[in-house]
């Protein structure tokens, strides 16, 4: 039997479409010009005769061709359009962003709901510090549940809120980029039936730091003497005790975040440990410390640095351990006979409400800004105790702003 003869196609000149031996593989010849060659792939399908193009004869050879050739009949084979494959092909290839890419396009596209710009620098120096240098070069698609545990697995017991906020973080971001067809899959940073599996639970890993605090009989004498102090962290500090803030709460309060008319300071979540928006009632004593301060030019800052920044944490330390510079020892101590720290202001409130009050502890709690432990119940509080947390912050400011030696109130707060 003659052997058949191999395909060469400089044997073709004549303009054309000419076979090539392969299935569906053919040589087209142009009828214009210089008569170009180019490999052509045709093929029958849903009543029409489709042709793609697979590239010049001076740039791709037979044997290359007949690769390419391969890969489209496989799909013909599966029932799949390799005209839709192809063009599938190009579009992942010029999606192929990088996560540090992703991370901009996410940022850009939800920003316009962030209410404060400083939420938009956390975003990108909290991923640009722990993920960047892990995946940030990475195309989105490849990232995986290794490429997570690289990530959190050294920052995870150190680091545990801001390790579970970069975990929030990537996961949001590769949802963005599943969403836009860039991975497939599920998000390798998913919590829930999956890191959990894999990482200790935060809250076995938080160790809860107790502040010397002051026994909160003594808040008279102390807001007496703090008010002898002169200067920004003084009036920072007598804000911070009578709402019972955290220092960033306050440090970071600006003008606009008042309502001096309802009565209300909104703190938004950025400066929340939950990262959830938390409304304090402002008691009469609140208000008065309020509407006693002056504005500063240039700033919108309650309590502004010289350099008109946010105060530092350590400016109000350093007043409270310099009211506790006598020579015959610490003059402000807990029960221990420990100096107090700024931090323990809120434990002083949170011992009031329990001793002196008959306030519910859910009430307490949200005037802490503490989240409850089941949602449901969350849900409820947070609409029928606004006029509870008002009245029990007014009692507070009342007495801590008492006069040194008032006969201790017990009990006067009644239950909803």
């Known amino acids: ?45 849903e009543g029409k005769t489709n042709v793609l193009g697979l590239g010049p004869l001076h740039t791709v050879t037979f044997n290359e061709a007949k690769v390419k050739a391969l890969e489209l009949r496989r799909w013909l084979l ?30 850009a ?24 240098p892990v995946i940030g070069a990475m195309p989105v698609d490849q990232v995986e549940t290794s490429h997570l545990l690289k990530i959190l697995n050294p920052i995870w017991a150190t680091k545990t809120e801001t390790a579970t906020r970069v975990r929030q973080r990537i996961e949001a971001v590769l949802a963005y980029a599943k969403s836009l067809k860039l991975r497939d899959g599920d998000n390798p940073a998913a919590w829930e039936d999956h890191l959990k599996n894999l990482l200790a639970l935060p809250s076995t890993l938080k160790k809860v730091k107790h502040h010397p605090s002051l026994p909160w009989q003594q808040m008279p004498a102390f807001i007496a003497a703090l008010r002898q102090r002169e200067g ?107 100096a107090i720290v700024v931090h323990g202001f809120r434990s002083s409130f949170r011992v009031w409400a329990a001793e002196a009050t008959n306030i519910p502890r859910e009430v307490a709690e949200h005037a802490l800004a503490h989240q409850l432990p089941d949602a449901v119940e969350a849900a409820y509080q947070r609409s029928t105790l606004p006029v509870q947390r008002a009245r029990l912050m007014a009692e507070w400011s009342a007495w801590a702003t008492s006069k040194p030696g008032t006969v201790v109130p017990m009990r006067t707060t009644e239950a909803a």
């Open 78 to 107: 599966e029932g799949k359009d390799p005209k839709i494959e192809l063009s599938k092909r190009k579009l992942a290839a010029v999606a192929k962003l990088t996560f540090d890419q992703c991370v901009t396009q996410y940022i």
């Open 1 to 45: 039997m003659a052997k058949a003869k191999t395909f060469n196609p400089d044997d073709y000149i004549k303009p054309g479409v000419h076979s090539t031996g392969e299935p569906n593989l053919y040589l087209l010849i142009s009828t214009v010009g210089n008569n170009a060659r180019s490999w052509t792939f045709r093929y029958y399908r």
């Open 232 to 338: 920004q962290a003084a009036k920072a500090i007598e804000l911070l005790i009578l709402c019972a803030n955290r220092s960033i709460e306050v440090r970071g309060a600006e003008w606009k975040e008042f309502d001096l008319e309802a009565k209300t300071w909104t703190i938004p979540g950025e400066r929340m440990k939950a990262g959830i928006e938390h409304t304090v009632p402002l008691s009469p004593a609140a208000l008065e410390l309020l509407k006693g301060l002056s504005r500063h030019e240039g700033t919108d800052f309650l309590f502004p640095s010289a350099k008109k920044t946010m105060l530092s944490d350590m400016t109000l330390s350093a007043l409270v351990r310099g009211m506790n510079d006598g020579e015959s020892g610490p003059t402000w101590t807990d029960a221990k006979g420990q």
């Open 109 to 132: 596209a939800k920003s316009p709901e962030w209410s404060n710009p400083k939420h938009i620098k956390q975003w990108s120096a909290t991923l640009a510090t722990y993920a960047s």
